[in-house]
């Protein structure tokens, strides 16, 4: 296979690659929801109606949702607008918990690719 007909792929890679991303944080906040909680913000945590547990699972159960979509290649265009809102969130918890630091400079990086896989369906279409 030439280079040009394998960099016409950079969509696929883009969506396998944050699903990979989204799938293992997701199952890991399913099955390890005392791990995760501690990156839940306090603000949040105070008008939780039940458990913080329940809701690192629940987050868990939409990041696995997001990487199903991003693996089967399912609405795109809605699930890298989701995944764009979900990075945005989770990083403005992680700021508002640690301050700047490199999680959170990673989290920047995958809204980036987020952002390109949501831009791109939006050319597309």
Not at 71 to 96: C, D, E, K, P
Not at 106 to 123: V, Y
Request: a neutral charge.
């Amino acid at each position: 296979m030439s280079l040009d007909k394998l960099s016409a792929k950079y969509p696929l890679v883009m969506r396998i690659s944050m699903g990979f991303v989204l799938g293992w944080f997701g199952v890991n906040e399913i099955f390890n929801p005392v791990y995760w909680s501690g990156y839940v913000p306090p603000i949040v945590e105070q008008f939780l109606p039940f458990d913080i547990n329940l809701f690192v699972q629940m987050h868990g159960i939409v990041l696995s949702l997001l990487a199903l979509s991003f693996f089967l290649s399912l609405y795109i265009r809605y699930t890298g607008l989701i995944a764009v809102g979900v990075l945005i969130s989770i990083i403005g918890g992680l700021i508002m918990i640690n301050g700047f630091n490199e999680i959170v400079v990673r989290d920047i990086g995958l809204l980036g690719l987020a952002l390109s896989i949501w831009l791109h369906e939006i050319k597309e279409k």
